[in-house]
């Protein structure tokens, strides 16, 4: 959602993905420094218009270095030409989110860019990265306020005008009750030996010590350290063999020896979980926010087409 978006970890290097709504306008990163080939366009020539703004060629191209390396010139010539007009978009796309920031008077206060430099910066060796990146820690820290200021204009044109009903999510949950259903899971321990004369030797000391400490001793499970507590798990997630026997037994239950392909095995069940189905107050805050995102997602791209209208936005396809 919109509202649980965070800037972009700014330290790491930019890969190549598919734009995903709202949220991909925060990957584009614009540096000053670049170099222009033989035979490419000048680099003050407009890429693109928006209204009174253009992105020049030498932007783009930045930005295309920062956003894969190399400018894709190893893909495909398809995705290629996709990634470039994907990119071209997001550009456009900050560009006219952060005029509207400055028409409503939105800003970042120094103390904003401050937390999120300390929440991003916390190895001193990570400054190297920033200074190939960005040249300086000035303009890494500018990035930053500038994707902050995008949060927060998307935030108050968008998500600030999303409201979801209790009756909305309500029939959410009627039509998609299915995915709610919660399959039966047993929470069981296990005893592993290579042999069955140590399988039988751990069912004698069974007799007189707590199943856990037996585990510990005798196991040769990487599970023995707890206890040989395999922790709780439905059908389909643990060996058919293991299954088999765990599923049968009521909480407390020690099987006899089960010999598998992985050894020789006895299994204690701690507790069982019924299959059920998760009742609408246990899910209706994770419906009321899925709903919400997916509102959030429609309010922004309508919002953002709305600008680009408004803008005239024109773009030189030839030159990507």
């Not at 783009?60 to 978009?89: C, D, H, S, Y």
């Not at 929440?119 to 820290?141: M, N, V």
Request: aromatic share 6%.
């Amino acid at each position: 959602m919109i509202t649980g978006t965070q800037p972009e970890n700014v330290l790491s290097p930019a890969r190549p993905r598919r734009p995903a709504g709202v949220f991909a306008l925060l990957t584009v990163f614009l540096i000053l420094s670049g170099c222009e080939k033989k035979g490419e366009s000048p680099p003050d020539k407009p890429v693109a218009t928006v209204g009174r703004d253009i992105i020049t060629y030498g932007e783009f191209k930045n930005a295309l270095a920062l956003f894969v390396p190399g400018g894709g010139e190893g893909m495909p010539q398809n995705e290629r030409t996709e990634l470039r007009k994907n990119l071209i978009n997001r550009m456009i796309e900050e560009k006219l989110v952060l005029d509207e920031a400055g028409r409503r008077g939105i800003t970042v206060s120094s103390d904003e860019v401050s937390r999120e430099v300390k929440a991003l910066w916390r190895d001193p060796a990570d400054e190297r990265s920033i200074l190939e990146r960005y040249g300086t820690t000035d303009k890494w820290k500018e990035e930053i306020r500038k994707k902050l200021l995008i949060k927060k204009t998307v935030e108050a044109a968008v998500r600030s005008a999303v409201r979801v009903t209790e009756k909305e999510a309500m029939g959410y949950y009627d039509k998609n009750r299915s995915r709610y259903e919660m399959p039966g899971e047993v929470r069981a321990r296990m005893i592993m030996t290579e042999t069955e004369e140590k399988a039988k030797e751990a069912e004698r000391l069974l007799l007189r010590e707590r199943f856990e400490d037996v585990a510990r001793k005798m196991s040769a499970g990487p599970e023995a350290a707890t206890g040989g507590d395999l922790g709780f798990f439905g059908r389909g997630e643990m060996p058919p063999e293991f299954e088999d026997v765990v599923f049968k037994l009521t909480a407390g239950r020690i099987s006899p020896i089960v010999k598998t392909p992985y050894g020789y095995h006895i299994f204690r069940v701690e507790g069982v979980k019924k299959a059920r189905t998760l009742r609408f107050k246990e899910v209706k805050g994770e419906i009321m926010d899925r709903l919400a995102g997916e509102k959030s997602e429609e309010g922004y791209r309508d919002w953002i087409l709305s600008l680009k209208k408004n803008a005239g936005v024109k773009v030189d396809e030839a030159m990507l």
